[in-house]
T-cell receptor, first 112, second 113 residues
Framework: RKEVEQDPGPFNVPEGATVAFNCTYS??????FFWYRQDCRKEPKLLMS???SGNEDGRFTAQLNRASQYISLLIRDSKLSDSATYLC?????????????FGTGTKLQVIP | NAGVTQTPKFRILKIGQSMTLQCAQD?????MYWYRQDPGMGLKLIYY???????DKGEVPNGYNVSRSTTEDFPLRLELAAPSQTSVYFC????????????FGPGTRLTVT
């Protein structure tokens, strides 16, 4: 089993739609979790951290389910500018060198 | 504050040639990383460093070398380039305390033919 697995893409959704991505991780001791966004031919950038209680940032909501070992990202009212690849990132260590593991990404295309 | 910078942006190498990818950050971050990203794949860690003078291997270190003589700079050396090293290379840095966020450079697109 891969350390981090993401929903296969691409997701093609109309503007205004709600879309959700899931990401599963294999190491039950993993400590911290993130969603990064990567635009085409650009570097990844942090979208949001994922907290145990779940967290929201505008139209974006991140959830963590430790029992089932997955994290999710929900995007409401999708905009054309949300089109990108979303990378799930898991840090298996508490402190230390922070060698995080990146998922392969889920591509989102928002259609007019 | 430029963040993380990488040079060159693009490079074409012939098989067997060598080159150094440059990476610098001006945020006084202790942690620095080199990743490669192949088409449709996730980022694979090549090498990382926790401070000047300290480096260690990641998942895919073969064919690469690094050094960290200063906090700011973390060059990646490719010796005897092979077609399998055709990829996009990203350098990243992170502070020691506080946020876990990694800041990435714009990447170097390398083709080995």
């Amino acid at each position: 089993r891969k350390e981090v697995e993401q929903d296969p893409g691409p997701f093609n959704v109309p503007e205004g739609a709600t879309v959700a991505f899931n990401c599963t991780y294999s190491n039950s001791a993993s400590q911290s979790f993130f969603w990064y966004r990567q635009d085409c031919r650009k570097e990844p950038k942090l979208l949001m951290s994922v907290y145990s209680s779940g967290n929201e940032d505008g139209r974006f909501t991140a959830q963590l389910n430790r029992a089932s070992q997955y994290i999710s990202l929900l995007i409401r009212d999708s905009k054309l500018s949300d089109s990108a690849t979303y990378l799930c990132v898991v840090n298996p260590y508490s402190g230390g060198y922070q060698k995080v593991t990146f998922g392969t990404g889920t591509k989102l295309q928002v259609i007019p | 504050n430029a963040g993380v910078t990488q040079t060159p942006k693009f490079r074409i190498l012939k098989i067997g040639q060598s080159m150094t990818l440059q990476c610098a950050q001006d945020m006084n971050h202790n942690y620095m990383y080199w990743y490669r990203q192949d088409p449709g794949m996730g980022l694979k860690l090549i090498y990382y460093s926790v401070g000047a003078g300290i480096t260690d291997k990641g998942e895919v270190p073969n064919g690469y070398n690094v050094s960290r003589s200063t906090t700011e700079d973390f060059p990646l050396r490719l010796e005897l380039a092979a077609p399998s090293q055709t990829s996009v290379y990203f350098c990243a840095s992170r502070g020691t305390y506080g946020s876990d966020e990694q800041y990435f450079g714009p990447g170097t697109r390398l083709t080995v033919t």
